[in-house]
C-alpha cells in the first residue's frame, strides 16, 4: 500500500486508463465520475474518509470512470492484485456495496426528494464540501430541481 497526498483537482484516474487502483480514502474527499457524450457529468459516488473508490474494471481493461480529488486528500493507494493477495477491508467494501445497491433502487423508484434526504443519512459530513451542481448529478436532477427540494424541505423545517 502506498500513501499519497493529492492536491484539490488532481485527476487519478482517466477514462479509459488500464490498471485501476483502489483507494483508500484516509482525509480529503474523492468523487468518481462519468462524462457523457454530451459532456455532462454524471457523479457515481463520493468517497469521505474511510471510504474505499474504485473501478470495478477487469485488470488490464479500460476503465469506466474518472476518479478526482475534490478537496485535498491523503489516501491509500493499492492495486487490485495486492488487495486480492491481502484481503479487503469488508467492512469498507461492503458499505460500498450497500450504498451503490441502494442507490441504483432510489434511482429506479425514488422522487427527488427521497434520494436527496438518503443523500443526507448516506453522506452527512459531505453537503457542505461538495458544489450544489455536484450532489444534483449524483442525484441524477438538475440543480434547478435541487434548488426546489431544499427550498420544500426547508420550509417543512
Known amino acids: 500500500m502506498e ?13 479509459g486508463d488500464i490498471n485501476s487502483r483502489v483507494y483508500f480514502v484516509e482525509s480529503g474527499l474523492l468523487r468518481s465520475y462519468t462524462i457523457d457524450e454530451k459532456g455532462k457529468e454524471h457523479i457515481y459516488m463520493f468517497g469521505p474518509e474511510g471510504w474505499l473508490v474504485a473501478d470495478s474494471c477487469e485488470p488490464n481493461a479500460p476503465c469506466q470512470l474518472f476518479i478526482d480529488a475534490i ?10 492484485e495486492d488487495l486480492l493477495k491481502e484481503g479487503p477491508d469488508i467492512n469498507a467494501l461492503l ?17 427527488a426528494k427521497e434520494r436527496y434526504e438518503h443523500f443526507i443519512k448516506t453522506y452527512p459530513n459531505i453537503i ?7 450532489v ?12 426546489r427540494v431544499r427550498h420544500e424541505l426547508s420550509q417543512k423545517n
Open 128 to 134: 457542505q464540501r461538495v458544489p450544489l451542481k455536484m
Open 71 to 80: 478537496e485535498d486528500t491523503t489516501i491509500n493507494v493499492v492495486s487490485k
Open 3 to 15: 500513501k499519497i497526498s493529492v492536491k484539490k483537482g488532481v485527476v487519478l484516474q482517466r477514462k
Open 95 to 111: 458499505r460500498r456495496i450497500d450504498t451503490m445497491q441502494t442507490r441504483i433502487i432510489m434511482l429506479m423508484s425514488s422522487n
Open 136 to 147: 444534483a448529478s449524483y442525484l441524477g436532477i438538475t440543480p434547478e430541481a435541487l434548488s
